[in-house]
């Protein structure tokens, strides 16, 4: 893993084509692409984007050694004029991007790529399994984030991942939507995400008994004692001898961070139990965790049912996303420039309304209310356009255009800031918990009937309305040449 080269991480029509550009000449035509989204996982209200930080990794690094041009040399269909030009090549272009842990919406551009057509062309694949991934992971722990109603959620699901890469990258993104931490080791090595961990039934099953057990683990992490108490009977036997060994070992040194784990049965009425035995036994102050199989869904079941849990360890739900396992990022062209360096809008039409593109280069505004500082709207805009603030603005949704509202008294902020220009990079990533406090910071902009799991508020993304001129101009082009 650690010596893998990633250049060939890519489509192969993308290289097809990169050897088309170059035999007529069109390679160095530049061209926009944006990378969006078409709908929501699980039915909700927002998403949280994440990946920009492996996408920098990836075009910092991204070259063709002499394996792979030897490699592509041997598939007997590239000129070796195009091979001279992958062997030489570096990126040049121009890469914008929201920020990692802004909630986002259908439709808008999450990265918008202006460079060569042929080098533009071969990043779309690894610009979307990134975002596709790391946005779906992230927005699936906002929500167990939001149904645990500020109890820690812990990633747990390493082993239930769909590989190395899945399990690593995950648990970051997971970080990013809110977790507190995760199981994951060589997450915390790379990137930091703290790693937390407390014993599994095979280290019970191991010594003679539960209570030698518990009585070894204490003894070996007196400051971080945390008991798994269903290997057996949970209120026979495992919380009983948890109890016993927190007297006899924790309490003496005057310890009283110590915890039991739950990780199978109605977790609702064992912690309930659970938490009035550890009371009546003068222990207040342990805690209690639960795992086992949980989502938002249940997490919020078991809270309604007056569930005693402190904090939670999710797994395969939530590193897998099972509940609807695909973000749905596309990439698509959405203009060129002709010799004379102007921008050509560019539409892909199709039957369903959702799949028909939004042309040109674009900027986005999201509106927030001056007073309560919630956000209103986002507003697509021309790449050149600006808001005025002073003005009220008419905003409707194009996808209803019919439902429309104006909005005044708001500030407008731009979401896309530049990451590379002429492929130098610009922008300054931050570090993990800065985005995991600014993706917070963002969520409580939302309003909560935007946050709500089921049938949550829409959210209005506008066209503004040179852009949708544009737009509607070239439906009647296409469709007048169809004819």
């Known amino acids: 893993m650690d010596k893998r080269h990633l250049s060939l991480l890519c489509d192969y029509y993308e290289l097809t084509m990169g050897n088309g550009y170059f035999a007529h000449n069109l ?23 994440a990946g920009l930080q492996q996408l920098i990794e990836y075009i910092e690094n991204l070259h063709f050694d002499e394996e792979d041009i030897a490699f592509l040399r041997g598939k007997g269909i590239f000129s070796d004029a195009f091979l001279d030009y992958l062997a030489d090549f570096h990126f040049s272009g121009d890469i914008y991007a929201i920020p990692e842990g802004t909630p986002v919406f259908p439709g808008e551009p999450l990265v918008i790529v202006k460079a060569p057509a042929a080098q533009a062309q071969l990043i779309e694949t690894y610009s979307l399994l990134t975002f596709n991934h790391q946005s779906l992971i992230a927005t699936k722990a906002s929500r167990i984030v939001r149904a645990a109603q500020g109890r820690p959620v812990m990633e747990f699901g390493s082993r239930r991942a769909q590989g190395a890469d899945a399990a690593i990258i995950g648990a970051r993104a997971a970080y990013i939507g809110g977790c507190a931490a995760s199981a994951c080791t060589l997450t915390d090595a790379i990137y930091g995400v703290p790693a937390s961990g407390t014993m599994a039934h095979s280290w019970v099953q191991t010594f003679e008994n539960e209570y030698e057990a518990f009585k070894a683990y204490c003894q070996v992490y007196p400051h971080n004692a945390t008991l798994l108490v269903d290997t057996y009977n949970t209120l026979k036997s495992g919380v009983p001898n948890a109890i016993r060994v927190f007297k006899e070992v924790l309490l003496p040194q005057g310890i009283q961070n110590c915890a039991i784990r739950l990780d199978s049965g109605d977790l609702a009425f064992l912690s309930q139990s659970a938490r009035k035995m550890l009371d009546d036994a003068g222990l207040p102050f342990c805690k209690i965790v639960a795992s086992n199989a949980l989502d938002e869904w249940l997490i919020r079941d078991l809270l309604q049912q007056g569930a005693q849990i402190d904090s939670f360890g999710v797994g395969e739900k939530l590193i897998t996303a099972r509940s609807e396992p695909v973000f749905g ?23 369903n309304v959702s799949k028909i593109t939004t042309p040109h280069f674009k900027k986005i505004y999201r509106l927030f209310e001056k007073d309560s500082g919630k ?12 808001i005025d603030e002073s003005q009220p603005l008419e905003i409707f949704d194009p996808l209803a255009p019919w439902k429309r509202k104006t909005v005044s008294n708001f500030i407008a902020k731009e979401l896309l800031q530049p990451i590379f220009i002429k492929g130098q990079k610009v ?48 439906l009647y082009k296409n469709n007048q040449q169809s004819q």
């Not at 944006?34 to 984007?49: E, N, S």
């Not at 990022?329 to 039957?351: F, R």
């Not at 939302?446 to 506008?462: C, G, I, N, Q, S």
Request: charged content about 25%.
């Open 427 to 474: 922008y300054q990533q931050p570090e993990l918990p800065q985005i995991q406090a600014y993706c917070r910071e963002q969520m409580d902009t939302l309003w909560d009937e935007v946050k709500r799991f089921e049938y949550p508020h829409h959210y209005y993304v506008d066209l503004s309305q040179k852009l949708w001129d544009i737009k509607q101009t070239l």
């Open 329 to 351: 990022c596309i990439y698509k062209l959405v203009a060129t420039e002709n010799d004379a360096g102007e921008i050509v809008p560019k539409i892909k039409i199709s039957e």
């Open 27 to 49: 390679h160095e035509k530049t061209a926009y692409f944006d990378l969006y989204f078409r709908q929501i996982p699980d039915g909700g209200g927002y998403a949280i984007t």
């Open 375 to 386: 956000a209103i709207a986002d507003q697509i805009c021309l790449h050149d356009e600006t």
